[in-house]
């Protein structure tokens, strides 16, 4: 039985110092938590034992191709953006075994892999996380075929949020994009941090009845009009930092136009088609399927593993390779994800977090890419003086 | 995801380095496998990995799975190998079939090219069963040479019919080949149809449907009225892995059959 | 006897050229049959025919000292086979046997320019026909060496 506080919709006050009994009540139900954490210098997502696995004080500064963490003044919980990482990995696994088969006789017996879903709490999804969720639900779940393991996965998380704190990576364009900074959906719990003037606290907004829960067994207080206030303050600093913006505004016509347009050429000349951005892109789905038999030759089995469509290989077809040339690869990555996927799954495939440009060893910058393109048309459309 | 392990009963060969399979359930059994004309499946060879071929069977004939299979790679030629008694995975049926069901009353114009004939031949099953609910119905099938031909007695027996009319060409051949000899659109001209009322159904390479779609607009066809299979590389086969996208479609889900006006915009784009 | 320009008329290759052309056509037209096997030109030859087909089939053919004659082109009714070469000496490039009983008007080359040269309108609807016939068999030509059916 739930307070008539903890109503769905509805937000608490959670002290930063009962954070790690939300961590207690999640993991007593049986939740594995992953979160944010850093590994050999490195922010990933990873298990978190407490609270002390976040990478508390850090920051982080983010440019094209640039990554780097440094210390914070204060001891802030969250004061980070996205990593090269994303949740996707957990749902979606990079490697999975689906089956294994058996010779015999002349024939061959296909026995399926089974597994016991983990039932994760992701700690500190941004709501561009929650929005490329979103995007791969629609790709795994609401399609003709749904896949089993995703569907069992996604339905069993826990999902807690983070409202972005005050800080935005530098490289992600969430407001442009409408997928951000404020979580708004698809949260069991969201947590705006505010550290003011000494206080340091957690705004806790409810977003599911199964929050509420576990919000129950955490100590907790009514969120006042201040505290709300401030929490609203810290989103709107981080909408105000955006380091990027990209117009999505007629953009599929924009880029079914350009399909032939030089830039694809230039940005050829950079791209590495090493598929960084697809690795760490939280909405790319692209995977493949592998067979291997063991040394004797009777026993077989069956991986699925993510793939990368820069590779020449991605699209091979016997005699030859359907997007031979760089540019058509870079082309089908970035018209994928801003133009072809409006008509695949009724949503576009970029949820503005600026990972891809972060992680690309060359600096491309996805935004930069489009205005480029769209700039070249609006100078087409200058009137000229001379006629 | 999981294929079901079905036997060769059959293997005859087409051409040098193609085959056809005719399969059934382990022990004997009908194969029971439902599709409709122009659908596919993905074959499994034990851990050589998977192919996506079509079917080329009798749709009204279930109980036997029909594939014809050319040896191009490493899994179809581990499937062209296999002897009688032997098992391979199967799963499916997948995919957009060909609108034979919404055809009845059309003059039907069925233009292949090379392995294209496979696909295609549910379909003339098809319509040659419901004879009667079609007009004019005429195949022109084009092969770079005579012994490149799939199913040549069958073609023998088509051209003896006297309600389908059969036209077939090749690129080059020896002098007791007293058939055509010259390319596929050729005979487009010389086929009876009536446009207004004509459904045509096209598979080939690339470059031969290409010349073929222009030729049918030619001949006063709409865009709507003429369907074309595609192919791409396919891993899953069931819209998820990403690798059959072609622009907007995937060509697993969405296809392999498409109504030529749905795709126009992007049937002559190169690399998509 | 009948005469010959309806039988000009009727053939594809001169669809829509006026009687008056058609008249001057006539004076270099005579009718041949081939029986199935005879050859209705061989490469090397003088090329003085432009033949118009009306009936029967014919194999175009090239000869190959390894594969010997291969069928390159098959002709049938409402074809054409020949060359109108504007400068001399022009020759066949091929054998064409005819397949079966193969009934054709066979145009004399050097009358047919001898008219045009006089005639240049004639001559114009001449060319304006010839030209589509023979970017027609360019491309034919392109896709069959493409091997269009391998991939």
Redesign the interface.
């Known amino acids: 039985m739930t307070s008539p506080a903890l109503a769905v919709g509805a937000a608490a006050l959670v002290a930063a110092a009962d954070l790690p009994r939300l961590f207690e009540a999640l993991a007593g139900r049986g939740y594995r938590l992953v979160g944010p954490t850093l590994r050999r210098g490195e922010l990933v997502y990873d298990d978190l034992a407490t609270v002390a696995d976040l990478p508390v004080g850090w920051t982080d500064v983010q440019d094209g191709g640039a990554f780097r963490l440094k210390p914070r003044e204060d001891r802030a919980l969250f004061g980070y953006g996205v990593g090269q990482q994303s949740w996707k990995q957990f749902l979606f696994p990079p490697r999975q075994e689906l089956w294994q088969a058996r010779r015999e006789g002349q024939g061959f017996k296909i026995i399926p892999a089974t597994e016991e879903v983990p039932r994760f709490a992701f700690i500190g999804a941004r709501s561009c996380d929650l929005h490329a969720m979103e995007v791969q639900d629609r790709v795994f779940l609401r399609g003709q075929h749904v896949d089993p393991t995703y569907k069992a996965r996604r339905e069993a998380a826990f999902m807690v949020a983070v409202n972005c704190g005050g800080h935005s990576c530098g490289t992600c364009f969430c407001v442009s994009m409408g997928t951000g900074p404020k979580a708004t959906f698809g949260f069991d719990l969201a947590l705006t941090e505010v550290l003011e003037g000494g206080a340091h606290y957690l705004v806790t907004e409810i977003g599911s009845r199964r929050g509420a829960e576990v919000l129950a067994q955490v100590p907790h207080g009514p969120a006042g009009r201040e505290e709300l206030e401030a929490a609203a303050r810290v989103v709107d600093r981080t909408a105000a930092s955006m380091g990027r913006t990209l117009d999505p505004a007629g953009i599929k016509e924009l880029l079914y136009r350009n399909y032939e347009h030089p830039r694809w050429e230039e940005v050829a000349g950079r791209c590495l088609t090493c598929g960084n951005c697809t690795s760490v892109c939280p909405t790319c789905f692209c995977h493949t399927l592998e067979d291997a038999t063991d040394v004797t030759g009777s026993e077989a089995a069956r991986r699925r593993r993510m793939d990368v469509c820069f590779t020449v290989d991605f699209s091979y077809i016997h005699g030859g390779s359907i997007r031979a040339g760089e540019r058509s690869r870079y082309r089908q990555w970035l018209t994928h994800k801003l133009a072809t996927w409006l008509d695949q799954f009724g949503c576009l495939g970029c949820i503005g977090c600026g990972r891809c440009i972060t992680w690309c060893p060359v600096a491309i910058d996805i935004t930069a890419e489009v205005r480029a393109i769209r700039e070249s048309e609006s100078l087409k459309e200058k009137p000229d003086g001379n006629h | 995801m999981i294929p079901s392990p079905l036997v060769v009963q059959k293997v005859r060969r087409e051409t040098a380095d193609t085959y056809t399979l005719d399969l059934t359930r382990p022990g004997g059994g009908a194969a029971d496998f439902a599709f409709a004309p122009g659908q596919f499946n993905m074959l499994y060879a034990f851990g050589v990995g998977e192919v996506p071929i079509s079917i080329s069977g009798d749709p009204a004939r279930p109980e036997i799975l029909t594939h014809t299979v050319r040896d191009v790679g490493r899994v179809s030629r581990a499937v062209c190998r296999l002897k009688k008694g032997e098992v391979l995975g199967v799963r499916g049926p997948y995919g957009a079939p060909w609108p034979v069901a919404e055809a009845p009353g059309n003059d039907v114009i069925i233009v292949a090219g090379g392995l294209g004939l496979a696909p295609l031949r549910p379909a003339v099953y098809h319509l040659l069963r419901e004879r009667p609910a079609y007009g004019n119905i005429e195949l022109i099938y084009g092969a770079r040479t005579p012994e490149d031909l799939l199913y040549r007695q069958e073609l023998e027996r088509w051209r003896g019919r006297f309600d389908f009319r059969v036209h077939v060409t090749v690129d080059s051949a020896a002098t007791d080949w007293r058939g055509n000899v010259g390319v596929v659109t050729k005979l487009i001209g010389r086929a009876r149809f009536d446009p207004p009322s004509t459904t045509a159904l096209v598979c080939g390479p690339g470059v031969m449907m290409r010349f073929t779609v222009l030729e049918l607009l030619g001949h006063g066809l709409q865009p709507e009225q003429i369907f074309v299979s595609m192919e791409r590389n396919m891993k899953c086969g069931i819209g998820l892995c990403g690798h059959c996208q072609w622009g907007p479609f995937f060509i697993c889900k969405d296809g392999p059959v498409f109504r030529f006006d749905r795709i126009k915009d992007w049937f002559d784009r190169r690399e998509v | 006897m009948e005469t010959i320009e309806p039988v000009l008329a009727g053939h594809p290759f001169l669809q829509g050229l006026e009687a008056r052309h058609l008249e001057e056509l006539a004076q270099c037209a005579s009718r041949a049959n081939f029986e199935a096997g005879q050859f209705l030109c061989r490469a090397e030859e003088e090329a003085r025919q432009f033949y118009l087909i009306n009936h029967g089939r014919v ?3 090239i000869f190959s000292a390894r ?8 002709l049938t009714a409402g074809d054409v086979l020949g060359w109108l070469g504007f400068l001399k000496p022009y020759h066949w490039h091929f054998d064409a ?1 005819a ?1 079966d009983l193969t009934r054709v008007i066979s145009l004399d080359v050097p009358c047919l320019l001898g008219r045009c040269e006089a005639n240049h309108e004639l001559g114009y609807e001449l060319l304006k026909r010839y030209a589509h016939y023979l970017a027609v068999q360019f491309r ?1 030509t392109k ?2 060496l ?6």
Request: hydrophobic content about 45%; cysteine-free.
């Open positions: 194999a175009v053919e594969r010997g004659p291969v069928t390159i082109q098959a046997r397949l034919v896709l069959q493409m091997d269009l059916y391998g991939t």
